[in-house]
């Protein structure tokens, strides 16, 4: 049996595979590119880089399926939730990470694991021989030449969307006396406060401009090729979400409702949101203002909304491109390509949305290939629990021929057999996923 268990990529996906393995005993290298390749997004070499949002969304493992998620993972020993949780910040009923702190400490983890090793190299090929295991996790952002490697081998039409990232803003050069700190309805959650958001005011007209300037500002200009790729909809521009209709945005993100504005009495026609993007809280970023405008012109019009007149950019949004495999055609139920089952495919290249997602994906081929390095026998955990419910619907219970990036929700869940009240049916699918997850771990030996 081979030796070492090889994982391309150390993003998210890869990173929490190279630890769940190790942790069990496996020799691991992770083959990473950066800092030898760079990529359009990324500005480290570090590990589990947040390239967008510093948001792992609803820390509420009762009644959401993504707090879920977090509970599942927690109770899995999982790094990227160890770490998120080390370098949280205040969000609300979110759970959000000083991004920096975050990747710092998933690196430095992983570095001095004494069963993983660095390699600093691309990986322009899929490996041919059957001699070691591979675990194929590029993210969003795969190289061109690993990207066409992986089309030959899968004989499939390589999916792909678009992807925006949203501004960051000195938090100093916000003028306070037009924005004020709240959560929405006051809600606090992990090391919140119940204001933890800075909020920015507009009054109907003030919208009404800041539309018009959307829709008339410059954007970026895709290539030929790129044109008919379309967007992932958990994801859209703000710009594309103005164009589908004036009033998308203010039921959007910029929903006003559960927020007061104590410098006027009028309740705002709409409210920009800025969450706390590092530990220091020095830095802020706009909460769903993922954008493709230019540079120039995203300064311009974001300096239009009240308490941003002044503002500094740490950086500016962008967009890049997405690129995924048709999982539920070319994976099997272990997460292994079935053309070539000594590769698994791992985060967002196999079609899970989202960090947490992507981390989960990796966490479980992390699991299956250790165990099958150790000559084990380890079954994906049941389709009742998030973990369980991802996996079995990017290997099989999505329809391969309409398949599209999905986070967990609960309609992936198999339904409930007991009869509830709908809004007690949160709370049913949390206890039922938790108590299985239980037996789970303790009939595969995984408790940690």
Known sequence: MPETLHIIGSGLAGSEAAWQAAQRGVNVTIHEMRPIVKTDAHHTDHCAELVCSNSFRSDDAERSAIGLLHEEMRRCDSL???????????AG???????????????????????????????????????DLWIVATGPLTSAALADSILNESGEEYLAFFDAIAPIIHTESIDMTKAWFQSRYDKAGPAGTGADYINCPMSEAQYQAFIDALLEGGKTEFKEWEKNTPYFNGCLPIEVMAERGRETLRFGPMKPVGLTNPHAPEKPYAVVQLRQDNKLGTLYNMVGFQT?????????????IPGLENAEFARLGGIHRNTFINSPRLLDAQLRLKSAPHLRFAGQVTGVEGYVESAACGLMAGIFASAELQGETIVTPPATTALGALMAHITGGADAKTFQPMNVNFGLFPPLTQRMKKADRPQGYTRRALSDLDHWLHTQSLAA
């Not at 990227?80 to 205040?90: D, L, Q, S, Y």
């Not at 570095?111 to 899929?126: G, M, S, V």
Request: charged fraction near 30%; proline fraction near 5%.
């Open 292 to 304: 493709k405008l230019k540079w120039g012109e995203q300064t311009r019009i974001f300096k239009t």
């Open 93 to 131: 009923g979110a759970l959000a990470v000083d991004r920096d702190g975050f990747s710092a400490a998933v690196t430095a983890m992983l570095e001095a694991h004494p069963n993983i090793t660095f390699q600093r190299e691309e990986i322009k090929t899929l490996p041919k021989s059957s001699d």
């Open 80 to 90: 990227i939730m160890r770490c998120a949780e080390a370098h949280k910040v205040p």
